[in-house]
């Protein structure tokens, strides 16, 4: 069988490592040499817990799926992912960080707005939004800052149409969750920022209540909060992970894969020229594996004891699971480090597996999925402005991508 | 090939529907729905697929 791996204590690799800055797409040299090694391991965290490291495929599937691993703040063992994580995680709790069947009770109370046949009646409303912001960066100066001008204004728009939030508010909401999903935000800044965003869902749902409209804020107020089902701070709570989850992730994929492409101009092309949703749909599950942007590791703690590949995680011991390794295993994706939108990359765990796979996922898809077929062909000489070595690359935030992407055409 | 459906485990991923329309549909809420239990041949691979990627394992197969 395989042999556990029994560092010293005070020789513990820090997680999460460092990329390395020539390749930012590549995940850290040393969580890649973890993979090689024939079992789990451990990493040292910055409290100095030392939870097992997972970064096989097939060890993250069967990990995030196992009943006995809590997703569950709460609980002692857990390996928050920062010190503003572990202050906040009490007044941020929602059912992200919960475990069946209050997790489920919750989730359900939302995913009927995400249904395959919801997201294809708001494509055309995305397609539009998407039109329009190229419009007006096509009418504007340039070089311009592509984060801002479009990729944080997309999924912006669409999260804040499909919960009723007045986008009027983006500078609000996007202030405060640059803080939430920075690592390094001091634990008074993140419980501060989950305040006043909880704060203004609270007033956001109230006004709901009162005169309820057709999206997803008043369908809580109304069900869920006026039949006592949920607290309006729980409420609260879970239209924050909504706004912060619809907006940040999908920003970030648009502005990294975007980079990403222009270093791949080959593969660019096959955006360019597809006509097809089919290779559009699998370029996306491509970009979605290769770019992996969830970087610090999905986060758990054993409920009890669980022997896997020959090694024995204890009850309360934390895990974490490296997705972006998983998503270059070779023994599911041959010739990994290669971003090739034509290879079939569904099994990635960029959105998670188990029961809490991301909720957002079809929204994501489609999003993504009209972005990518239409900002390279309407914007065909698309080039970046700077150096990709002057780029600042988000290596402290819960999710990767670049703080900035000036671009020209 | 049979195909049974645990709606209490699906947690509304969705993939089924995007993977095997005329095998998989979703309910209002996005819970799974079988719309056929024994899918002809071609639809076989689809169907596997949809089975491997469902990250709740609400999808069960056997064979037929």
Redesign the interface.
Known sequence: MTETVSHAPDDLTEFPMPRAARCPFDPPEALRARQTEATLSRVRIWDGSTPWLVTRHDQVRALLADPRVSSDVTRSGFPHISPGSKAGSEVRRSFINMDDPEHSRMRRMVTAPFAIRKMQALRPEVQRIADDLIDDLLAGPKPVDLVQAFALPVPSLVICALLGVPYADHGLFQRHTKVLVRRSSAPEDVSAASAALTDYLDALLAEKQAHPEEDLLSDIATRQVATGQLTRQQAARMGVLLLAAGHETTANMIALGTLALLRNPDQLDVLRAADDPKTVAAAVEELLRYLSIVHSGRRRVALEDITYAGVTIKAGDGIVLAGETANRDPEVFPDPDRLDLGRDARRHVAFGFGVHQCLGQPLARMELQVVYSTLYRRVPTLALATDIERLEFKHDGAIFGVYELPVTW | MHVEVDQP?C?????C???APDVFD?D????VELLDADPSPEHHDDVR?SA??C???AIRLAPR
Request: no cysteine; proline share 5%; net charge negative.
């Open positions: 485990k947690v509304a991923s969705g993939q529907v995007l993977l979703q209002d809420d996005g819970i697929e491997a990627v990250p709740a394992a």
